[in-house]
């Protein structure tokens, strides 16, 4: 059987699955049971401030306002990983007509044995609550780490909050812990 083949019996399993085919049916319990799943859990991995340069414009898009924040240093410490922010890496923002904000940071860390590390961090940010609306501000950092000591970042999936800094210098604080 060449790749095509293969490819449509794989979309036609998919297609019986999602449309609940009696050949492969778990049943109605069985089926309740495998969407729950279990409950993901979030385990605290480490805490960083990330320096910023001021915010740079670049004008309206269609897609909305965008702007670009260099990312010039800071430092992250947990139980398994501490290290420094490197600089040289950017949170690319844009601004949303409904009033949220997309950021994707990419910016390299290295750890304090000298181990660097890729992050591409996607976030979400509600910049005009309704009133007494609590604020939405998430993001999902993916990890590339080198093989080995720190390899276990490439095998979850991460979850973070976004804070702002002390308000000393252009700064936000990060909290970031995998789901298990």
Known sequence: MDNAGI???RRGLLAALAAGGTALSLGAAGAA?????PTPRAVHVYDAVALLEETVP???TP???????PIIGGTFAGPEIKGRILPGGFDWQLKRPDGYLELVADYFMETDDGVRIQVTNRGLI???PAPGKPRYVMTTPKFEAPMGKYGW???FIFAGTV????G??????????KLV
């Not at 252009?170 to 909290?175: A, C, D, K």
């Open 7 to 9: 490819e449509f019996n």
């Open 33 to 37: 049971r495998a969407a729950e799943g």
């Open 58 to 60: 670049h004008g309206t």
């Open 63 to 69: 897609y909305g306002e965008r702007f670009r924040v």
């Open 126 to 128: 509600d910049t005009a």
């Open 153 to 155: 970042l490439n095998q």
């Open 163 to 166: 804070a702002p800094g002390d």
């Open 168 to 177: 000393k210098v252009p700064s936000v604080h990060l909290s970031i812990f």
